[in-house]
């Protein structure tokens, strides 16, 4: 029996039978929810709110997020420079700003290496499968 009304589908992304996927905002609320019974898929949701509400509104003060063993959330200065209009080919001047950015922690990058040694379903858009697990330690 189902303790909640999207277990299945948690279950599912957990034991990878949807590989292609991204985890979603509504999936981690069904993964906080799934891993705590006694609380509420409504208190799931409010937790998973407050906590990217919390990290959006540090950044938002020019704040530094940094959370041990996951990673950090800081801003990057983007300089003003000339762009092209990709439709017409005319010069456009791109004003300075700030954009967030996001970098992995200790133990997340170590647990995601070991995760590619372990498993061959692994897509990356960027490099081919082989030079991937050449750098494996496996």
């Given at each position: 029996?189902?303790?909640?009304?999207?277990?299945?589908?948690?279950?599912?992304i957990?034991?990878q039978?949807?590989?292609?996927?991204?985890?979603?905002?509504?999936?981690?609320?069904?993964?906080?929810?799934?891993?705590?019974?006694?609380?509420?898929a409504?208190?799931?949701?409010?937790?998973v709110?407050?906590?990217?509400?919390?990290?959006?509104?540090?950044?938002?003060?020019?704040?530094r997020?940094?959370?041990?063993?996951?990673?950090?959330?800081?801003?990057?200065?983007?300089?003003?420079r000339?762009?092209?209009?990709?439709?017409?080919?005319?010069?456009?001047?791109?004003?300075?700003?700030?954009?967030?950015h996001?970098?992995?922690?200790?133990?997340?990058?170590?647990r995601v290496?070991?995760?590619?040694?372990?498993?061959?379903?692994?897509?990356?858009?960027?490099?081919?499968?082989?030079?991937?697990?050449?750098?494996?330690?496996?």
């Amino acid at each position: 029996q189902l303790r909640h009304p999207d277990q299945q589908n948690f279950l599912n992304i957990l034991g990878q039978q949807v590989k292609s996927r991204s985890m979603t905002r509504s999936d981690l609320i069904t993964a906080l929810a799934f891993r705590f019974p006694k609380l509420m898929a409504t208190d799931a949701e409010i937790s998973v709110k407050e906590i990217l509400d919390a990290i959006i509104q540090s950044l938002a003060k020019g704040d530094r997020v940094e959370i041990r063993g996951f990673g950090s959330f800081d801003l990057n200065y983007r300089p003003p420079r000339t762009g092209r209009n990709p439709k017409s080919g005319e010069k456009v001047e791109v004003p300075a700003k700030y954009v967030p950015h996001f970098k992995a922690g200790k133990e997340l990058r170590e647990r995601v290496e070991e995760s590619a040694c372990n498993t061959t379903t692994i897509k990356n858009r960027r490099a081919p499968k082989a030079q991937l697990f050449k750098a494996c330690r496996c």
